[in-house]
Each structure stands twice: as C-alpha cells, then as structure tokens.
C-alpha cells in the first residue's frame, strides 16, 4: 500500500477540512497516510518510507514545501508532489489542473505519472534563491504591498477577497508610472519602459491575475510578460472583464526564454508572493531549471 505524507495547512481557505476528514479520505483511496501540519516544528522531516507527499493548503502552502525541499535537498531528489487546493487563489493548482473537488483528485492520483514542475533559480536578490510562481517588478509588488496595507480585515469569502484585489489592481494600473527596465531573454534585448514586467511559471499570479494563459510549468521555458505605458488601457480593459466574469483574451504576448537578466530601475520586486524592496537598481538573474521537482498530476 502506497504511503503518503500529508502536509496540511489548517488555516487555509475557509478552513472546511479536518484533518481528520482529509485522512480518512486518503486512506479510503488506498494509502497508508502520515499527517505533519505546517504548524508543526519538524513538519519538513520525511523518512525513508515515504512515497509521495500530499500539500493540502494553497499556493502559500505549496510555495513553503516546494522551496523547503529545494533548500534542503538539492543533492536528493524529494519525493513526488500532489496537491489538495484549499486557499484563495491556488493559482498554482489551477494552472495543473488541480483545482477541482478533492475527492476526485485523490481518486485519480494512480492514474498517471508524475511530471516535471519547472523551477527558476534567482540570483542578486538576498535571501531568495527559487522562484515557483512568477517574479516581477511594476504594479504586481505594489499591489501586494497596497493590498496588506488597505484590507487588513478578513473577508468573509475568498472570492471576495480575490475581487477586491483584482479591483485594486484596476485602480493602480491607472495611476501607475513606467519605469527603465535593462532586460534580456535569453540574450535578446527587450529593454523599455515598463509598467509590468513579470516572469510566470504558472498562468496566473496574486488574485487570479491571468497574464500567462498559455504558461506550462513543465515546459522548459518561462512565460515573460512586459507591459508599456501605452498598453495600459488594454490591459485595464482585459482585467475589468476578468473581473466581471466576462471570457476575453489578453492582449500582451509573452516570450519565451529560459535565461532572463534584469535591471529596472523602480523600488520593489516580488518573488512570489514575497516583496523585496531594492535600495538600489540590481543586476537580477533567474535561469530555469528542469526536473527539481515532480508533481502527479491526475487526468
């Protein structure tokens, strides 16, 4: 009988699952199933037995084991991956096709091969080394570090929350400045006055932000989305139909690269979901990495 591990956020989402509940669904799938919460002091400690680990929380959660398992075993490759979405966004379980009832999901972890989930390795930034989700300079960070400043209530339900940071984010793409970004895709420049310039792993990024629909974590390559000035409206345009619901295409075409050096010339970047303020302009350089990490992905 396979083992898993289960990783479990508590306070994730609307804290709906157990983890009682979610134990009892794992084992009755088939799966002996250990249980660590994040909360826990050595939630990270797996040993020998283990066959695969199940992430139950959202992109926070998933973010804070991958790049625990990155920092500590670079030289030992972990153990396969899945994950039960259950925060706000689960950005990152959306764009696997994870974003589903978790019932299914675990019905259909033996039903496919885990896969490659790419990883960016950061270099010039302090105390970030690995980028999951995306990176990016412009009005992403700013409206992570706005958000934290405006709503520190809780909200009622998640999609409330996500539509009142997909509105904040209209608000500030309307008052935004461009700035000098020095950038090169893989040795190709594209440097300009940016509003946005945002390097996606995944498809979408903070609230559902969909700015790399075609991105495929497994790829080989980054989905690089540079936004100028006079893209401003268009882009405001496509996020207020997001907003409301309504199917549209965005208009800014992302390149691919798999090598990217950058210099902007604003204050703030995010990795992730984690803002760094630059006291300075800095070369930045993230290159891609394959195969680091491996997610089962069911049908």
């Known amino acids: 009988m396979p083992v898993a591990k289960l990783i479990h956020n508590p306070g994730a989402g609307e804290e709906e699952h157990t983890p009682e509940d979610l134990i009892s669904l794992i084992e009755s799938k088939g799966y002996t199933c250990k249980y660590s919460s994040v909360k ?5 400690e797996i040993s020998s037995d283990i066959d695969f680990l199940i992430i139950a929380g959202g992109d926070g959660t998933v973010r804070q084991v991958a790049k625990k398992l990155l920092n500590k075993k670079l030289l030992d490759k972990p153990a396969p991956l899945t994950i039960l979405p259950l925060g706000t966004a689960n950005n990152i379980a959306t764009t696997l096709n994870l974003n589903r009832d978790i019932n299914e999901v675990i019905s259909k972890w033996n039903t496919r091969e885990p896969r ?3 990883v960016g390795k950061v270099t010039g930034l302090p105390d970030n080394n690995f980028l999951i989700e995306s990176m990016g300079f412009g009005t992403v960070p ?3 570090q706005e958000f934290k400043k405006k709503y520190e209530k809780s909200f009622d339900t998640p999609e409330e929350e996500i539509r009142a940071a997909q509105q904040l984010m209209h608000h500030i793409l309307q008052t935004c400045n461009p700035a000098w970004c020095h950038i090169s895709l893989d040795g190709k420049d ?7 310039v945002e ?8 609230p559902k932000l969909l700015l790399a629909p075609h991105a495929d974590p497994g790829d080989g390559v980054f989905d690089v989305v540079m936004v100028k000035g006079s893209q401003r409206e268009a882009l405001a345009n496509y996020l207020q139909d997001r907003i409301h ?3 549209t295409e965005i208009p800014i075409q992302a390149v691919k690269a798999r090598t990217i050096k950058i210099t902007w ?3 703030v970047v995010h990795v992730d979901d984690e803002v760094v303020k630059l006291k300075k302009p800095i070369e930045v350089e993230i290159e891609l990495k394959s195969g680091l990490l491996d997610i089962i992905m069911p049908e």
Do not use: H, T
């Open 40 to 44: 826990d002091k050595e939630w990270d």
């Open 116 to 118: 490659n989930f790419d």
């Open 142 to 144: 700013q409206l992570i």
């Open 190 to 196: 594209y440097s300009d006055e940016y509003i946005i």
């Open 199 to 206: 390097i996606m792993n995944i498809k979408a990024v903070g």
């Open 245 to 247: 619901d309504r199917p």
């Open 265 to 267: 010339k604003g204050s």
